[in-house]
């Protein structure tokens, strides 16, 4: 597992426990090396390493945002039963801090489900 990580503003620890990512009702991933990102007043976010996804699931967009964890680019969703666009957040230049985060992913919670279960 990736050490813990903290900033004044951020703190990054691996999640204790497997990682599913579901998305139309149907399990993507199962992840056993996810991160949890928290930050006052947010939500906790999990980020899971882009190895651990089937590369055919994700297509990339040509939409990329400046965040306040760096350079992000945006990835469609593709299953056997729905396309969900602009579904995952990929960071590819992380900012100062989250380096960690280099090569994972997020799941936007109004288009993926993430539930975590005991190892």
């Not at 998305?23 to 651990?52: F, H, K, N, T, W």
């Not at 994972?104 to 109004?110: A, G, M, P």
């Amino acid at each position: 597992m990736q050490p813990h990580s903290k900033t004044s503003d951020f703190t990054i620890a691996p999640v204790e426990g497997r990682v599913h990512i579901v998305v139309d009702d149907a399990q993507i991933i199962d992840s056993r090396r996810a991160l949890r990102l928290e930050r006052p007043g947010a939500p906790a976010r999990i980020y899971v390493p882009m190895e651990d996804i089937r590369s055919d699931l994700l297509l990339a967009t040509d939409e990329r945002r400046q965040t306040e964890l760096g350079e992000v680019h945006l990835y469609t969703v593709r299953t056997a039963t729905a396309t969900v666009e602009n579904a995952a957040e990929y960071v590819s230049e992380p900012a100062p801090g989250v380096e960690t985060l280099r090569d994972h992913v997020h799941f936007l919670d109004d288009k993926a489900r993430c539930e975590i279960s005991p190892v």
